[in-house]
């Protein structure tokens, strides 16, 4: 296309964002790992400044097609425009090798965070690394999070008229009458600390490994994690193993407190997301990258049926522990295609979370499961 590429600007509309790329990402890094592909530049020309800009959501999963005929025209005539959404807008298949190849090149190495928060995320490793393994846990079960989804499994009558009242007051989010308990059953909730915990155990995770926390507060606090450290010991936080000096130049900035839990994410001996959010996607396609380092990419659906006959007595421990295990052995982040759904792009594997086109594969071939 030849067109001139301006460092992107995070959505200060969305919930989350709190922060400039530039707070985040190292953006000279970015520009220079990508100049054989991409010119970039920080900021509009002064000259280009001050003509209107031409701003779009793009069409969702879109191929090549779509940029040269549908965008590029856009470019010609209006010499600026603003994408103002990118989530999700370039097709998962059916691309170009060299297209996905440049995905992995900006994923995996034009997006390298500050220096900062490279510096924090390999002191957090060091620390844990020093103690024995660690698990990393993405315990997505924030205030924020269950709010959105309308999941409020194991609430009180309290916390469950918090959450409603959270999300009708968020004109962002576009569905407000929720079914949770419909939700959780269909698998499209993330688990609970209480039946995290009984998966963990189930899966026959060692006791004593450290697990570390790769979430914001956790709603409901203590009460929620009892159980969890109950059979887990040594879980901890950033907040715990770091000096209050150590992240005082996170105040307030929940995306770069992620991106230290991302980079820990990246080390860890397992992964583990609780749900298959987009920070949970491309980890997995990261640590595919990385070596296919082993995530455990749990079956939500089928645990919470499992959970539910198990805590009602129709199923044994050694029963359940056994069908957990055995649904669980071929989702460890191993070698495979992606699985591709024509004409349903929200239901087929996203590229970020196994880029395959770009991973140079162990002995294993290839399988598409």
Same mark, same amino acid.
């Given at each position: 296309m030849n067109v001139t590429l301006i460092v992107p600007e995070l959505d200060k509309n969305s919930f989350w964002a709190a922060s400039e790329f530039q707070d985040i990402f190292d953006v000279n890094h970015f520009i220079r790992s990508l100049r054989d592909e991409v010119r970039i530049l920080k900021k509009l020309p002064p000259k280009l400044n001050k003509r209107a800009v031409y701003s779009l959501p793009p069409v969702s999963w879109s191929n090549i097609s779509y940029y040269i005929h549908q965008i590029l025209p856009l470019v010609r005539k209006y010499k600026v425009v603003r994408l103002n959404k990118t989530d999700a807008r370039v097709a998962n298949n059916g691309l170009p090798l060299e297209i996905q190849k440049l995905r992995c090149r900006v994923n995996f190495h034009g997006?390298?965070?500050?220096?900062?928060? %490279?510096?924090? #995320?390999? /002191?957090?490793?060091?620390?844990?690394? %020093? /103690? #024995?393994?660690?698990?990393? $846990?993405? $315990?997505?079960? %924030?205030?924020?999070?269950?709010?959105?989804? #309308?999941?409020?499994? #194991?609430?009180?009558n309290d916390e469950v008229e918090e959450l409603n009242t959270m999300r009708y007051a968020n004109p962002l989010w576009k569905e407000k009458d929720i079914d949770s308990e419909m939700k959780r059953v269909e698998g499209l909730c993330p688990l609970t600390p209480e039946e995290t915990a009984l998966v963990l155990v189930a899966l026959g995770i060692d006791h004593n490994v450290q697990i570390y926390i790769a979430a914001g507060d956790i709603y409901g606090g203590d009460r929620r994690m009892e159980g969890l450290k109950a059979a887990f010991p040594n879980v901890v936080r950033k907040e715990t193993l770091l000096e209050p000096s150590d992240l005082r130049f996170f105040p307030n900035h929940s995306s770069q407190m992620a991106a230290l839990d991302y980079l820990v994410s990246l080390e860890s001996d397992i992964f583990v997301p609780t749900y298959d959010g987009n920070m949970a996607k491309v980890v997995e396609g990261h640590r595919r990258f990385l070596g296919f380092k082993k995530t455990i990419l749990l079956d939500r659906r089928l645990l919470i049926g499992l959970i539910d006959q198990f805590m009602s007595g129709s199923l044994s421990w050694d029963e359940f522990s056994s069908i957990v295990k055995e649904a669980h052995a071929d989702r460890m982040g191993n070698p495979k295609k992606r699985v591709s759904i024509v004409d349903k792009p929200k239901e087929e594997d996203y590229f970020y979370s196994n880029p395959h086109e770009c991973l140079q594969l162990l002995d294993e071939p290839l399988r598409t499961t």
């Open positions: 997006l390298r965070f500050t220096s900062q928060i %490279e510096e924090t #995320g390999r /002191k957090l490793v060091r620390i844990l690394r %020093e /103690k #024995g393994p660690f698990l990393v $846990l993405h $315990l997505r079960y %924030e205030m924020d999070m269950l709010a959105f989804s #309308g999941c409020s499994h #194991g609430c009180t």
